[in-house]
């Protein structure tokens, strides 16, 4: 596996400083995006892990059509924008289609591919073709096997910086399951692995018209994953999750992040030995 260098300052993979992800699962405001942030970006620089802020201008796929989606496109990349310069951090956001991607390219550090859309052909190409590292996370419809197509589409239109991300599996109605077996298996693709610690513990379309969640799942199964020898962990991270407009129940709150990053990175330092 090839390290991929997404900043100047972040390059992740096997000997590199492990990354978080993290952020809001959707921008409800500026003012609490900036919030995370910065908060983040103080505990992964006194850890020495590296950051890149997360946030969604649109989720375009949530269970009901009256669920918050966020900003949009013009008004989410102006406030991610605003918070990668005045904060210094890099940023990432999801895109939902080729029309976006050239308006995000300009903005973001890191384009994310939704585990929904990660078949969709033309989104991966002109994701390839931005020039931009990508963050595909694997479709909970598809086994890790089937990920070396997408992963393929991607490096074929000419994008060879690709994270991948694992973010469970689908196992009957509204429940996700980690198959730890995945990582072993994407490893073999030549991406630097992401676990996404907190879609993980969703339960998608579980609480009626929106997704449940059960987050107090969330540090095991980030021990779990770790052990299995990964460069990364992707989270969604609120100061109140119980009153989050996206994804509540399956965020972790900014007061637990820190706690919870020290336990995984002393399991990191002692994987990356053996390995």
């Known amino acids: ?46 850890m020495g892990i590296n950051f890149i802020f997360k946030a969604s201008f649109d989720k375009a796929n949530r269970t009901s059509i009256s669920s918050f989606r966020g900003p949009g496109l013009e ?14 951090v890099a940023v990432v956001s999801d895109v939902h289609e080729p029309r976006q991607v050239e308006a995000a390219a300009a903005v973001l550090d890191l384009i994310q591919i939704p585990a929904f859309l990660c078949r969709q052909t033309d989104l991966l ?15 909970q419809f598809l086994s890790p096997q089937d990920m070396v197509h997408a992963v393929g589409k991607l490096r074929e239109a000419g994008g060879g910086r690709v994270l991948l991300t694992e973010r469970g599996t689908m196992f009957g109605y509204n429940n ?3 198959d730890m077996r995945s990582f072993a298996i994407m490893r073999e693709f030549g991406c630097p692995l992401i676990y996404d610690a907190t879609h993980s513990v969703q339960l998608p379309g579980g609480a009626g018209g929106s997704s449940g969640g059960q987050r107090q799942f969330i540090p095991p199964l980030c021990r779990a994953a770790v052990a299995s020898g990964i460069n990364g962990i992707f989270m969604e991270v609120h100061p109140d999750p119980d009153n989050a407009l996206c994804d509540g129940p399956n965020s972790i709150p900014l007061e637990r992040v820190e706690g919870l990053l020290r336990g995984l990175l002393v399991l990191h330092q002692t994987v990356e030995s053996l390995l």
């Open 1 to 46: 596996m090839r390290p991929v260098r997404i900043t100047e300052e972040i390059e992740v993979g096997r000997g590199r400083p492990f990354l978080l992800i993290a952020g809001p699962c959707v921008l409800e405001s500026e003012a609490l995006a900036r919030e995370v942030a910065a908060g983040l970006k103080d505990i992964c620089h006194r």
């Open 75 to 88: 008004k989410g990349l102006a406030a991610l924008a605003a918070i990668r310069d005045d904060l210094g």
């Open 125 to 139: 190409v002109a994701a390839a073709k931005s020039g931009i590292p990508v963050n595909l996370k694997k479709g």
């Open 176 to 178: 996700l399951v980690v």
